[in-house]
């Protein structure tokens, strides 16, 4: 009976993904993101960051080899396998990492720099002129959804 091995973490991808094909010709992605936890310590909050490396295949690491940026917001379901090796000097050695099942991306701005010029451009409006909300509306254009799998 196989028992329970599934993991839904959500983060920012470290660095760009790198695709490498099998020698049977399968895509296969390597990436990792970092995750924050935040908890109370006393009366200060705390920060703890997770680095974890996620692995995917066939369509799925075509996506994310496009898709998989530094800096970019990503759900990740999928479950943990771990890899053991010896090293050459005799070293059992082990490492944990995520296949992917299903990968999300958040959503990204064309350009970052869009809000600020637009809210620039309304500081030397009089007062009693009202900005319109089509100028913040104008400025939170994103990109068209990346496909979900």
């Known amino acids: 009976m196989n028992a329970l091995n599934s993991i839904l973490i959500e983060g920012n991808v470290v660095r760009d993904a790198v695709v490498k094909e099998t020698p049977r010709g399968t895509l296969v992605c390597n990436f990792s993101i970092a995750s924050n936890r935040y908890y109370r310590q006393g009366d200060d909050y705390e920060q ?29 379901v999928g479950r943990l396998k771990q890899d053991r090796w010896t090293s050459p000097e005799g070293k059992n050695c082990s490492k944990v990492k ?41 400025a939170v254009k994103q990109e068209e959804p990346v496909p979900v799998f």
Do not use: M, Y
């Not at 703890?48 to 990740?76: D, M, P, Q, Y």
């Not at 099942?101 to 809210?119: D, R, Y």
């Open 48 to 76: 703890e960051t997770s680095f974890v490396e996620v692995e995917t295949w066939a369509k799925h690491a075509e996506v994310c080899g496009k898709n998989c940026l530094k800096g970019r917001g990503i759900r990740v």
């Open 98 to 138: 995520i296949v992917a099942e299903h990968v999300e991306f958040k959503p990204q701005f064309k350009n970052k720099n869009v809000l600020n010029q637009e809210l620039e451009e309304t500081d030397s409006v009089d007062e009693t002129d009202q900005v319109e909300d089509s100028v913040v509306h104008k």
